[in-house]
Structures are given as C-alpha cells and as structure tokens.
C-alpha cells in the first residue's frame, strides 16, 4: 500500500442547514443523529434488525441478523426470505402509490413517457412471465446492455423477480468488454437494444452483442433479448434472438414473486481494481434493498410529494441503487433520462428539471465542471435562465467535488435554498456511507462530512491504527453493514485481499486516501491504489495498459493519471513501440491508433487524453516503473525528486513531450 497521500486545501466556509429542511425530515437536527449513531454503535443488531423489519417486506421473516461467522464474508438476515422486484412494485399496489408516476422517461428527442407503479409492475410481471417460459431459472446470470430506458429498469426488475442474477454492462463499453463481462459471469441470457440514441446519434448495441458472442467462451448464452429502439438494421440468428415485444407478447400482467433468501445474489457489477481485470462485485437482495432505500429516506429525505432525478446510467452502481432500486422501493416519481446533458444544447438538464419540476437532483462533479463552462460560454443556457425554484435538493457523486464547482452548483442551480450533498460511497458499498443530511449536516464546500448513522468510517495508518485528525490516511469502515459488497464473483481470495488486509484488523478497505478536520468531517483525497477516475467512471491504470500492449505497435506502456479541470483525472500514457521513435507527424498519427484502439478494446471512456513515446520507461534498477516519476512528467512539472536510482534517468526528458 502507497502512503503517499497528497493533502487537499481545507475550506473554512459552513453552511448550516436550512430551518425549513430541519423541520420534518427523516433524520431531524444532529442530536437526533447523534443519538441514532451512538444507539447503532451500543447495539448495533438491534439497530439494523429494527429498520429491516420495518423498512422490508419479508415472505419469511429472518430471526438471524449479522453473521460473522466466515467474516469477511458476512450473511446478513440470513434466514430470511423476500423478493426485491415485490418490494418496489407489489408492495405498492393497493396503496394510492398504485396510481402514481414511477417513471416520467424523457428520451434523447426530448419525447416523455410516463408510467404508473401499476403499469410498470404489469410490464415488468409480462417481461418476467416470457423470461420463465423460456426456461430460465433462479440463480442463473444475465447480462443488460441497454440503453436508459423504462425498458431497462423493467429488464432489472424482471430478473430480480425471477431470482436472475444480472450484471448490467454500461452501453459505452466495448463488444471485448462484453465479451468478458459475459464469459466471467457465465451468462446464459443477454438483454440488448438495437441501437441508443446519445445526442442525435444513434449507436448500435445489438451488433456489439453478436461480435462479443463471437469471440467464443460465452455458448451457454441460449438467447438474445433485443428491445427495439431505434428500429435500426440488425443480423439476427434465429432461435437465438427474440424481439422483447415479442417475449412480452399475451403473457399475463401478474407473475408471482420468487421467494428468495435474503443472500441470494440481487446483481454483479464489474467496476476496475488496482490488477488488471475488472472484479465483479457481488450484491446480495436483502441487505442491499435494505441500505438503498434507507439512503433514498436519510440521504435525500425524500417524500412522497417529490420529483426524484438521478442523472446516472444503470450500467454503474449509482442507477441500480438510485435509479432502478431506492426511488422505486421509496414509492416515488422519477425522471430518467435517455441523453446527454449538451443536447440538444447545454441548457437540457436545466430545462428538464423546470419542465417536470424535480426537486431533488443528483448528479456527477465531472457534469457540473462542463456546465458551468458551458453556462459562461453560452449565458442564454446559463441555469438561471430556467425556473429551478422546484429543487430543494441537489447531490453530488462520483469523485470529489473541488469547492470552486461546490460553490457554483450551490449558488446557481441550487439558488443558495439546497443543501449541496457530497455522497462519498463505491460500487462495492451498495450505496451512500459518508454524506451530509439536509436536516442535521452543516455544510463544508468539497467536504463529504459525516458518515450515515450506523456506518463506522475511521482513518487508519498501514497497521490499522487510527491516526490523529489531520492527518491522512487510508479510509476503512470498522464494522460490516447490510449493502456491503458479498464477495467478488467468482474470486473470493481476491474479495479478502483487496478489501480485508490482515494488518488492517478486519476493517474493510475502501481504497480511497482520506483525513478527518478538527470537526470530525472527512475529506476524501483520492485512491491509494492504481485506480483512476475519469469523469466518475473507475479504471484501473493495468486495464488501460493491457489494452495498449496488445496492440502489434506497443512493446511497453504505463498509465498514470493527471489531475484535469474537467473529467477530474485524465489518462496519460507512456509507450514504448516496437520500432524506432517516431517523428512530430508520425507520432500524431501514432497516438491516434492507439487511441482508437484502446476506445475499441474497453470503451471511449478509456481513451488517453495524452500519449507520450519513449525508447524506455522510467525503471529502477530492478526494473520497476517508477510511477511516481511519469505522474510529474504527465503534470509538465521538472522533476526535483532525487533520480539516481533509476537505470535511464534520461529517459525522463524524452518523455516531457506532449502530444
Ligand atoms: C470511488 C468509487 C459512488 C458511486 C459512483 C462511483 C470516488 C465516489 C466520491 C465523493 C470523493 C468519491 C472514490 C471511490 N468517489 N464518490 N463524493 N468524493 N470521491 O462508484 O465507480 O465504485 O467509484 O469513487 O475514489 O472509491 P465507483
């Protein structure tokens, strides 16, 4: 584990919270926070097993609670047996919700649909019946390769009624990201589009599906769910692939639950780790429900009166906890959105949350940061153009958010009336640990503050000690909680290893350098590990290289990141080819291939913002790349770190240049 954690500029402004929110919130001032953290910590069984007997629906009532008997593999309300997909949708018919809009899906073309939780529970139930009566059972594996959609959270649900584990690929991955993602978890039904619509553009998903069965390793796939979207070309292979309107087709409106245990696996989702191939974190159904729709009541305090938007996509954590889970297990509206925030100009997010008048908005720094360019670049799209009166929320998520973009988000979108909630947590964490409350947190500007009640962050040193406020350290959560990550799929030494070190007395390890201020608030300062993040997307710096060296170009590569003014980090890439050198022009044309190549093999996300050649990296005498070095160079700083134990301290100068 590195040590070398940087320390950030600590702001000094607080902002307390507003009277108004105060009043009548979920968790309501912070004594009653307080007294909820220190009622979890005496006791923390009778803590959670009071909030899942209230907050859940149970087939079979559990009488165990947290069993750390195999720790770190904890089972939590182990015997007891439920189904997500009836905890956010049956749960609700006979109650007024019944009626109410679950979904209010805007497309890329600005048309709105909008859909009831009796309609959504009949689309889901008809999607789930055609699922069974081609045979697929619980516990098998499904990939999700869809665009935002109602479609795509009715293909969520309808697995997670049938006990189908699904593991939802980002339609932005490459046809070899699918491809692995499908061979890892063994998939026998993939659910695809023919095509998304992003910006005015379509982009075929269908054809990336067929190329990715191609590859091989992935003949246990029996069939290809298509929703037609677009209406674009597609091969088809008969018996193999299906239309979903056709799977739907004269299915019955009801389908009966699958009661299932509480650890029953809910989803995997793949997200990068510090070695090369991404780990497919493992949710259970019990616990993760649990803690998604407690964060949607404590996080958001969300009522029944709101307009929920989460501008995430389902292919990351963040849509399956507060897109296709939380909002719905919480009864509410949601917008959910199939486009980008620039189309079809940079006032859409504004305009969409004046038009269907949401009033808490959660979205990503990276959004932010781009906006507020745009906004100057452009002041008839600026945000106080448009009527945001409705919000009385808005969020943050992804990465830190520097207090320059904090302020902005505050004063122009949030009109100095919302709490600006900084929501620290990872795919692996199920949803939100360290975060303001409207109702309790005085607010600090790039400052995620105080963790959830029940949840035990601390700041530790390499021997799991805690050290002083101040001082930085690695993140660790003390004790288990119910949406924490099961395992890694497939890969149980590597779940205990990346997360449960043994130096670090059973704490769990985020991975992320953070201190604590004299207030007790954390600060969350970056990965310690090889992980980068691009616009609040996770890429291992190994994934980026592997793609790089299996080009016929590349002999050696190393990847670091560099602090960027808009995607947070940007990717910066050393190369060392198998020829001599290239010249100015042929560099240019270099760097293009490997670029595109790399968007090809993981997905355009990972392309490098810069690409730097060299005859040599950087090495230690015993040949280890000194990444420390290459992440000044990549900053354009001079190199004043001491260079005498490198094999080929000249090596450095070749490698300052940009391209
Ligand atoms: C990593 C997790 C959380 C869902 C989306 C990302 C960074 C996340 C914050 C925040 C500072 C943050 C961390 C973390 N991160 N939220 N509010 N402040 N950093 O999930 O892809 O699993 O990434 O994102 O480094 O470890 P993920």
């Known amino acids: 584990m590195s040590t070398e954690i940087e320390s950030v500029l600590i702001e000094n402004r607080v902002f307390p919270p507003f009277p108004n929110l105060v009043k009548g919130a979920a968790i309501s001032g912070m004594d009653a926070y307080q007294t909820m953290c220190e009622d979890a910590r005496k006791n923390p069984d009778a803590f959670w097993e009071k909030l899942a007997r209230e907050h859940l629906v149970w087939d079979k009532p559990f009488t165990q609670i947290v069993d750390d008997g195999k720790a770190p593999f904890y089972r939590w309300f182990g015997d007891g047996e439920l189904n997500v997909s009836a905890n956010c949708l049956d749960k609700h018919l006979g109650t007024p919700t019944a009626n109410k809009t679950a979904i209010i899906f805007e497309a890329d073309d600005g048309k709105v649909t909008q859909i009831t939780y009796k309609e959504l529970h009949a689309r889901v139930c008809q999607f789930a019946n055609g699922i069974k009566a081609l045979g697929y059972k619980a516990g098998e594996r499904a990939i999700i390769y869809m665009p935002m959609s109602i479609e795509a959270v009715v293909a969520m649900q309808a697995c997670a009624r049938l006990g189908i584990i699904h593991s939802v690929v980002f339609g932005g991955f490459s046809s070899k990201s699918l491809h692995e993602r499908t061979v890892d978890v063994g998939a026998t039904l993939v659910i695809t589009a023919d095509e998304q619509m992003r910006g005015g553009r379509s982009i075929p998903l269908k054809s990336a599906v067929d190329e990715s069965l191609e590859m091989g390793g992935c003949e246990g796939v029996r069939h290809v769910i298509v929703y037609r979207r677009t209406g674009g070309q597609v091969q088809w292979r008969d018996g193999r692939d299906l239309w979903m309107h056709d799977v ?35 949710h259970a159904c019990a616990g993760f429900l649990l803690w998604a729709l407690l964060t949607v009541k404590w996080t958001f305090d969300a009522k029944d009166s709101d307009v929920f938007w989460c501008t995430a996509d389902v292919g990351w954590v963040t849509g399956h906890t507060y897109v296709t889970y939380g909002p719905l297990a919480a009864g509410l509206t949601q917008v959910v959105f199939e486009g980008v925030p620039t189309y079809p100009d940079v006032g859409r997010f504004w305009d969409m949350i004046q038009r269907h008048k949401v009033s808490i908005f959660y979205t990503a720094p990276t959004a932010i940061r781009s906006l507020t360019k745009a906004a100057e670049a452009t002041p008839e799209r600026h945000p106080r153009e448009y009527d945001l009166t409705s919000l009385r929320i808005i969020g943050s998520v992804g990465e830190p958010i520097n207090p320059e973009a904090w302020m902005w988000y505050y004063t122009n979108v949030g009109g100095e009336r919302c709490p600006v909630l900084d929501t620290w947590w990872q795919t692996e964490t199920g949803a939100h640990m360290i975060t303001p409350l409207p109702g309790v947190t005085p607010l600090k500007p790039g400052s995620c503050t105080l963790p959830l009640p029940g949840i035990e962050a601390a700041i530790v040193d390499e021997a799991g000690d805690e050290v002083e406020r101040g001082k930085g350290g690695f993140l660790v959560m003390k004790r288990p909680w119910p949406g924490m990550i099961r395992t890694i799929w497939g890969d149980p030494d590597r779940f205990k290893k990346s997360y449960f070190p043994p130096e ?85 044309t270099i760097a293009k291939t490997l670029r595109d190549w790399v968007g090809k093999e993981i997905g355009p996300i990972a392309k490098p913002k810069d690409i730097r050649f060299g005859e040599n990296l950087p090495k230690t005498r015993s040949g280890k790349i000194m990444r420390r070095l290459l992440r000044v160079v990549a900053k354009g700083e001079p190199v004043t770190q001491d260079t005498s134990t490198l094999e080929n301290p000249a090596i450095l100068d070749q490698l300052s240049k940009a391209r």
């Not at 201020?517 to 609040?536: E, K």
């Not at 016929?552 to 990141?561: I, N, P, S, T, Y």
Request: with cysteine.
């Open 248 to 282: 739907c087709g004269n299915q019955a409106d009801t389908c009966e639950p699958e009661q299932l245990n509480a650890e029953h696996p809910l989803f995997i989702l793949y997200t990068s780790g510090s070695t090369g191939k991404p780990k497919g974190v493992q």
């Open 504 to 588: 670090l007395k059973g704490y769990y390890l985020a991975g992320d350098g953070a201190q604590r201020d004299s207030d007790g608030y954390f600060w969350i300062m970056g990965r310690i590990d090889d992980v980068l993040n691009v616009s609040g997307h996770r890429l291992g710096t190994m994934e980026v290289e592997s793609a790089l060296v299996a080009h016929d170009l590349v002999a050696e590569a190393a990847v670091v990141g560099r602090p960027d003014a808009t995607t947070g980090e940007a990717i910066v890439a050393f190369v060392v080819l198998n020829r001599n050198l290239p010249d100015d022009s042929e560099a240019e």
